[in-house]
T-cell receptor
Framework: TQLLEQSPQFLSIQEGENLTVYCNSS?????LQWYRQEPGEGPVLLVT?????EVKKLKRLTFQFGDARKDSSLHITAAQPGDTGLYLC??????????????FGQGTILTVHP | EPEVTQTPSHQVTQMGQEVILRCVPI?????FYWYRQILGQKVEFLVS????????KSEIFDDQFSVERPDGSNFTLKIRSTKLEDSAMYFC????????FGPGTRLTVL
């Protein structure tokens, strides 16, 4: 059974602060996706990382995939109230009998106070 | 930009009734998935579908569940006899490796 442990579960910060969300597993993933989910809606893809050590930037968001492809992090610089939401990491394995099903972490609820 | 659509957005049913949840994946995508999310819990994989057959399913996806792609565009999830614990958000997704999700159907079983 593949598990993704996401931490912290809750994060409450002031506008302008930096933060990091972690996603860890004992399993190797072919790729890892980060999603953002609003209440009552489907997850919206932010980024996909596929190569060990890969770093991707999306404006103030920086995503990193661990060298061993077992962990990932999301770093937000100078957080804004508009960043408030649920952030999900999800790992995928492709090959063998796996057809890319996603294993999700528990999610991190981020609240950025003005 | 193409997107995954799902209908209905909310379905209320009585325990023991059959429900069909519908999805229209992004055209030209070949892999399709159903996930569910019970309120307050993580998103869970149910089933993947490729080349008109189930390619992988979870232990949640028992004999009460079925999927089909009846007309080459729609992708449906059927629950034959709903239980209270089937109440959840059900999401359809398509493509691999990155998956694009639909807005979900909220299923409420009374």
């Amino acid at each position: 059974t593949q598990l993704l442990e996401q931490s912290p579960q809750f994060l409450s910060i002031q506008e302008g602060e930096n933060l990091t969300v972690y996603c860890n597993s004992s399993s190797v993933f072919s790729s890892l996706q980060w999603y953002r989910q609003e209440p009552g809606e489907g997850p919206v893809l932010l980024v996909t990382v596929v190569t060990g050590g890969e770093v991707k930037k999306l404006k103030r968001l920086t995503f990193q995939f661990g060298d061993a492809r077992k962990d990932s992090s999301l770093h937000i610089t100078a957080a804004q109230p508009g960043d408030t939401g649920l952030y999900l990491c999800a790992g995928s394995r492709v090959g063998g009998t796996s057809y890319g099903k996603l294993t999700f972490g528990q999610g991190t609820i981020l609240t950025v106070h003005p | 930009e193409p997107e995954v659509t799902q209908t209905p957005s909310h379905q209320v049913t009585q325990m023991g009734q059959e429900v069909i949840l519908r999805c229209v994946p992004i055209s030209n995508h070949l892999y399709f998935y159903w996930y569910r999310q019970i309120l307050g819990q993580k998103v869970e994989f149910l089933v993947s579908f490729y080349n008109n057959e189930i390619s992988e399913k979870s232990e949640i996806f028992d004999d009460q569940f079925s999927v089909e792609r009846p007309d080459g565009s729609n992708f449906t999830l059927k629950i034959r006899s709903t239980k209270l614990e089937d109440s959840a958000m059900y999401f359809c997704a398509s493509k691999v490796p990155e998956q694009f999700f639909g807005p979900g159907t909220r299923l409420t079983v009374l």
